[in-house]
Protein backbone atom coordinates (compact mmCIF):
# COMPACT_ATOMS: atom_id res chain seq x y z
CA UNK A 1 0.00 0.00 0.00
CA UNK A 2 1.41 3.40 -0.73
CA UNK A 3 2.49 5.42 2.25
CA UNK A 4 0.10 8.33 2.07
CA UNK A 5 -3.23 5.56 1.66
CA UNK A 6 -1.12 4.19 4.84
CA UNK A 7 -1.42 7.89 6.64
CA UNK A 8 -5.60 7.93 5.75
CA UNK A 9 -6.20 4.32 6.45
CA UNK A 10 -4.45 4.49 9.99
CA UNK A 11 -6.50 8.33 10.69
CA UNK A 12 -9.80 6.48 9.91
CA UNK A 13 -8.60 3.44 11.92
CA UNK A 14 -7.97 6.12 14.62
CA UNK A 15 -10.57 8.58 14.61
CA UNK A 16 -13.20 5.25 14.30
CA UNK A 17 -11.87 3.71 17.13
CA UNK A 18 -12.16 7.31 19.23
CA UNK A 19 -15.79 7.87 17.49
CA UNK A 20 -17.16 3.72 18.97
CA UNK A 21 -15.88 4.41 22.02
CA UNK A 22 -17.54 7.95 22.79
CA UNK A 23 -20.72 7.12 20.85
CA UNK A 24 -20.95 3.74 22.86
CA UNK A 25 -23.77 5.41 25.35
CA UNK A 26 -25.84 6.76 22.60
CA UNK A 27 -28.31 4.98 21.13
CA UNK A 28 -28.25 2.61 17.86
CA UNK A 29 -28.96 4.46 15.32
CA UNK A 30 -26.53 7.55 16.37
CA UNK A 31 -24.14 5.18 16.94
CA UNK A 32 -24.36 3.80 13.45
CA UNK A 33 -23.22 7.48 11.98
CA UNK A 34 -19.87 7.02 13.53
CA UNK A 35 -18.10 5.36 10.56
CA UNK A 36 -20.13 8.04 8.26
CA UNK A 37 -19.26 10.70 10.35
CA UNK A 38 -15.29 9.89 9.84
CA UNK A 39 -15.75 9.14 6.28
CA UNK A 40 -17.07 12.42 5.64
CA UNK A 41 -14.68 14.11 8.18
CA UNK A 42 -11.37 12.82 6.62
CA UNK A 43 -12.94 13.30 2.43
CA UNK A 44 -13.15 16.84 3.55
CA UNK A 45 -9.63 16.75 4.92
CA UNK A 46 -8.32 15.45 2.03
CA UNK A 47 -10.15 17.60 -0.46
CA UNK A 48 -9.36 20.33 1.25
CA UNK A 49 -5.58 19.84 2.00
CA UNK A 50 -5.26 19.38 -2.01
CA UNK A 51 -7.25 22.27 -3.38
CA UNK A 52 -6.70 24.95 -1.05
CA UNK A 53 -2.97 25.10 -0.85
CA UNK A 54 -1.57 28.40 0.57
CA UNK A 55 -0.80 31.07 -2.11
CA UNK A 56 1.17 34.27 -1.81
CA UNK A 57 -1.80 36.51 -0.89
CA UNK A 58 -3.46 33.91 1.67
CA UNK A 59 -0.36 32.40 2.77
CA UNK A 60 -1.38 32.74 6.54
CA UNK A 61 -3.53 29.31 6.72
CA UNK A 62 -2.82 26.20 6.00
CA UNK A 63 -5.65 23.39 6.91
CA UNK A 64 -4.43 20.83 8.38
CA UNK A 65 -5.05 17.43 11.05
CA UNK A 66 -5.81 19.77 14.16
CA UNK A 67 -8.18 21.23 11.78
CA UNK A 68 -9.78 17.74 11.55
CA UNK A 69 -9.40 17.07 15.13
CA UNK A 70 -11.38 20.08 16.37
CA UNK A 71 -13.62 19.06 14.25
CA UNK A 72 -14.18 15.46 15.89
CA UNK A 73 -13.71 16.95 19.21
CA UNK A 74 -16.71 19.04 18.62
CA UNK A 75 -19.18 16.10 17.65
CA UNK A 76 -17.75 14.11 20.43
CA UNK A 77 -19.12 16.67 23.03
CA UNK A 78 -22.73 15.87 21.78
CA UNK A 79 -24.47 14.59 25.08
CA UNK A 80 -26.44 10.84 24.86
CA UNK A 81 -28.81 12.19 26.85
CA UNK A 82 -30.12 14.41 24.86
CA UNK A 83 -29.14 13.16 21.37
CA UNK A 84 -31.50 9.89 20.84
CA UNK A 85 -32.22 10.37 16.83
CA UNK A 86 -29.81 9.93 14.18
CA UNK A 87 -31.52 12.85 12.64
CA UNK A 88 -30.88 15.12 15.09
CA UNK A 89 -26.58 14.06 14.76
CA UNK A 90 -26.70 15.03 11.42
CA UNK A 91 -28.08 18.36 11.36
Given at each position: ??????????????????M?W?????????????????????????????D????????????????????????????????????????
Amino acid sequence: MHGTNMKIVNLIYCLQSIMNWSFRDFTEPVAELSGSIVDAAVAIYGRISSDLLPTPTKCHYVFNLRDLSKCIQGILQADSRTLRDANHMLR
